[in-house]
């Protein structure tokens, strides 16, 4: 069964860090693109970060621009998502997804509905 399994929100204080991690069972990355997206309730999920398994091509939504890191351990067929100086405003539900294409396309950012494949989400709360 393919599957992501999504894990490492909490709640954490204004400048603090998280790591988030996203494991795939029942098929690799290879070829893959995957992303992390947020969303709080009533709203619309937004991309955070994109990256390229093959290449390492990344993405990042302008919001977390130099604090957020995607990063990938192909070993561990694990995707991460580094955040440091977390503000009040990435306080959401956290989900990753994977789409079999392996073209960068900054679109992926945006369009949530490019990916097939996606976790449950975790939750990341920042308190101010």
């Known amino acids: 069964e393919v599957q992501l399994q999504a894990s490492g929100g909490g709640l954490v204080q204004t400048g603090g860090s998280l790591r988030l991690s996203c494991t795939a069972s029942?098929?690799?990355?290879?070829?893959?693109?995957i992303g992390w997206f947020r969303q709080i309730p009533g709203k619309v999920r937004d991309g955070v970060a994109c990256?390229?398994?093959?290449?390492?091509?990344?993405y990042y939504d302008d919001s977390v621009k130099g604090r957020f890191t995607i990063s990938i351990d192909r070993a561990k067929n694990t995707v991460y998502l580094q955040m440091n100086n977390l503000k009040p405003e990435d306080t959401a539900v956290y989900f990753c997804a994977a789409e079999r294409d392996s073209n960068p396309n900054i679109m992926y950012l945006v369009r949530p509905s490019y990916f097939e494949t996606w976790g449950q989400g975790t939750q990341v709360t920042v308190s101010s």
């Open positions: 990256i390229w398994k093959d290449d390492g091509t990344t």
């Open positions: 029942g098929f690799s990355f290879d070829g893959h693109v």
